[in-house]
């Protein structure tokens, strides 16, 4: 069975850094890209970028592109997105999917003063 | 690179069925587009990918019969036959666009369904 398993939430300050990880199971990692997906609440799905595990290489949409940074552990099958400079406007529940249709679990963030 | 449209909101009442539209913009007649159902408080799930042809791949884990989907020129539909309680959510569709220097996953608004 293919999981993507996320980690928990978390609550930070305007101006700080998250990092959540997104750990795969069931498929070999190389395989497939990994996706992540911002939803704001009560919005709809925002890619953010991709990466491929094979290689590291990777793309950002263009809203996001200076502030996140997504990376692959082929060691321990996980990949982790970093988003940087948090706004208010970041609280969402952040995922990370393959275009073969498998989806974590989400993640919370809430920016919080 | 296309945009996706949905109208934002649909109802039907139970045991009925209702068709779900998603547009894709002018001249990606022959894109394919991912349906994904978004029930209350949960994460996306994936339903079914369908092309200008159809269905295209298999369906999503434990999706039952009750969906099925349609292409038709720029419009890709989901119709859901025998509508279930549990079947009032948001309903997404999306499309990747790359062509190896360059990727997007783009998604429309979403239209929620409400089961009456």
């Known amino acids: 069975e293919v999981q993507l398993v996320q980690s928990g939430a978390e609550v930070k300050r305007p101006g700080a850094t998250v990092k959540i990880s997104c750990k795969v199971s069931?498929?070999?990692?190389?395989?497939?890209?990994i996706h992540w997906i911002k939803q704001a609440p009560g919005k709809g799905l925002e890619w953010m970028g991709l990466?491929?595990?094979?290689?590291?290489?990777?793309f950002y949409a263009e809203m996001f592109h200076d502030r996140v940074t997504v990376t692959a552990d082929t060691s321990t099958d996980t990949t982790y997105m970093e988003l940087s400079s948090l706004r208010f406007q970041d609280t969402a529940t952040y995922y990370c999917?393959?275009?073969?249709?498998?989806w974590g679990q989400g993640t919370l963030v809430a920016v919080s003063s | 690179q296309p945009v996706l449209t949905q109208p934002p909101s649909a109802s039907a009442s139970l045991g009925a069925s209702v068709t779900l539209t998603c547009t894709l913009s002018?001249?990606?007649?022959?894109?394919?587009v991912d349906w994904y159902q978004q029930r209350p408080g949960k994460g996306p799930r994936f339903v079914m990918r369908?092309?200008?042809?159809?269905?295209?791949?298999s369906k999503g884990d434990g999706i039952p019969d009750r969906f099925s989907v349609l292409g038709s020129g720029l419009n890709r539909y989901l119709t859901i036959k025998n509508i279930h309680e549990d079947d009032e959510g948001d309903y997404h569709c999306?499309?990747?666009?790359?062509?190896?220097?360059?990727?997007?996953?783009?998604f429309g608004g979403g239209t929620k369904l409400t089961v009456l």
């Open positions: 999306g499309a990747d666009h790359g062509n190896g220097t360059y990727f997007v996953w783009v």
């Open positions: 369908v092309g200008s042809g159809g269905n295209v791949g």
């Open positions: 002018s001249g990606y007649n022959n894109y394919n």
């Open positions: 069931g498929y070999t990692f190389i395989d497939y890209y």
């Open positions: 999917a393959t275009l073969q249709g498998h």
């Open positions: 990466i491929d595990p094979e290689d590291g290489e990777t």
